[in-house]
T-cell receptor, first 113, second 114 residues
Framework: NAGVTQTPKFQVLKTGQSMTLQCAQD?????MYWYRQDPGMGLRLIYY???????DKGEVPNGYNVSRLNKREFSLRLESAAPSQTSVYFC????????????FGPGTRLTVL | AQSVTQLDSHVSVSEGTPVLLRCNYS??????LFWYVQHPNKGLQLLLK??????LVKGINGFEAEFKKSETSFHLTKPSAHMSDAAEYFC????????????FGKGTKLSVKP
């Protein structure tokens, strides 16, 4: 039982390049989330998917797109990377209701030069 | 709207002394509250959660937190710090409803001196 997995663990991009961060969970959770973590800012929600087939914007969606490929997988795409997107990205999953904890992946450390 | 404020960005304690990490929240209804811990270069792990049951919540590794509605606080405590407790701690409030979105505090970095 791997929980939430993310690939890659590290990535360096040049400004303007694109990439997709992958996330998968094996806990049969309905909801999945993408966050970014910046020093002194806590975690901020980029996009979430409450259930398969739906996605919604979070607090900081600009410059990102997401795809809920199936119940297990939720990917985050940067179409044209900018230095302001240098961050650590976390994927999480949970059951549908607010009192349920979110389970986090190990993170992807992205640097945009 | 929901929000959460962690009152200290950095707390330093000596090993064996008590730990207190302070958190205040704002919510228009009875919230769900969480504390998560993040060790260096790791993901986040749930320490404990409050979901309108007992106001004193016990978590892993000897941590506990008390929900005080009158003070809108959810402070995290531990009687005796261990070196392995050095990490960043996040107080989190749930947005509510079925979507389960969370609002994170900015984090408190706990240092433990030998």
């Amino acid at each position: 039982n791997a929980g939430v997995t993310q690939t890659p663990k590290f990535q360096v991009l040049k400004t303007g390049q694109s990439m997709t961060l992958q996330c998968a969970q094996d806990m049969n959770h309905n909801s999945m989330y993408w966050y970014r973590q910046d020093p002194g800012m806590g975690l901020r929600l980029i996009y979430y998917s409450a259930s398969e087939g739906t996605t919604d914007k979070g607090e900081v969606p600009n410059g990102y797109n997401v795809s809920r490929l199936n119940k297990r997988e939720f990917s985050l795409r940067l179409e044209s990377a900018a230095p302001s997107q240098t961050s650590v990205y976390f994927c999480a999953s949970s059951e549908l209701y607010s009192h349920n904890e979110q389970f986090f992946g190990p993170g992807t450390r992205l640097t945009v030069l | 709207a929901q929000s959460v404020t962690q009152l200290d960005s950095h707390v330093s304690v000596s090993e064996g002394t008590p730990v207190l990490l302070r958190c205040n929240y704002s919510s228009s209804y009875s919230p769900s509250l969480f504390w998560y811990v993040q060790h260096p270069n790791k993901g986040l792990q749930l320490l404990l959660k409050y979901t309108s049951a007992a106001t004193l919540v016990k978590g892993i590794n000897g941590f506990e937190a008390e929900f005080k509605k009158s003070e809108t606080s959810f402070h995290l405590t531990k009687p005796s710090a261990h070196m392995s407790d050095a990490a960043e701690y996040f107080c989190v409030v749930s947005v509510g409803g079925s979507q389960g979105n969370l609002i994170f505090g900015k984090g408190t970095k706990l240092s433990v001196k030998p």
